[in-house]
């Protein structure tokens, strides 16, 4: 079967940095996405990796290994408003995305 | 209206009730999905469309149906609503090429009593 694996809640600091990790098994692999939920509100997009190596953009970065399959989002500087589930999905061999459960990452002062 | 909109924001039906949540962009996409987000779970895929006039099953399909007459609109219907299709539905839509990022309405919340 098809497992994207998350974990369920995580807790950092304000200002501090954060590493969400997401390993995955899927019949086959045409990229990675992350997206970031805010309770009640609906998904919207991250980051995309589909080669092996890091992606930066602004304060969030997405490393990618295939070997591995492996995915960990890097958030910097967090601030309170990155309060969110942070969600990760593969695109499959049948070009459908495949969802993790998300992480819960809550930021303390 | 800009992106993704979905009707209605909330509903309570009762079992055995047909219903039909509504989902319209403005992006001109060609694809469109709909997904159930129930907790502890990920998104789950129950229908989509490549492009108007065709649909495809996802993951979850049994007890729902859809239709896309016009590449705009992609409404999808419970013919006979069970308790355990409470969840908060989401409408997403896709351009196509690389990377296709799907782009999400904003939710309908359904609750089945």
């Known amino acids: 079967g098809q497992n994207i694996d998350q974990p369920t809640e995580m807790t950092a600091t304000e200002g501090a940095i954060v590493q969400i990790n997401c390993t995955y098994q899927?019949?086959?692999?045409?990229?990675l996405f992350w997206y970031q939920q805010h309770a009640g509100e609906a998904p919207t997009f991250l980051s995309y990796n589909v080669l092996d190596g890091l992606e930066e953009k602004g304060r969030f970065s997405s490393f990618l290994s295939r070997s591995k399959g492996y995915s960990y989002l890097l958030l910097k500087e967090l601030q309170m408003k990155d309060s969110a589930s942070y969600l990760c999905a593969v695109r499959d061999s049948n070009y459908q995305l495949i969802w993790g459960a998300g992480t819960k990452l809550i930021i303390k002062p | 209206i800009a992106g993704i909109t979905q009707a209605p924001t909330s509903q309570i039906l009762a079992a055995g009730r047909r219903m039909t949540l509504r989902c319209t962009q403005d992006?001109?996409?060609?694809?469109m999905y709909w997904y159930r987000q129930d907790l502890g779970l990920g998104l789950r895929l129950i229908h989509y469309?490549?492009?108007?006039?065709?649909?495809g099953k996802g993951e979850v399909p049994d007890g729902y149906s859809v239709s896309r007459a016009n590449t705009d609109d992609f409404p999808l219907t419970l013919a006979s609503a069970v308790p355990s299709q409470t969840s908060v539905y989401f409408c997403?839509?896709?351009?196509?090429?690389?990377?296709?990022?799907?782009?999400f309405g904003p939710g309908t919340r359904l609750t089945v009593l």
């Open positions: 469309s490549n492009t108007a006039g065709t649909t």
């Open positions: 997403a839509s896709s351009e196509g090429g690389d990377p296709d990022t799907q782009y």
């Open positions: 992006m001109r996409h060609n694809a």
């Open positions: 899927t019949s086959g692999f045409n990229g």
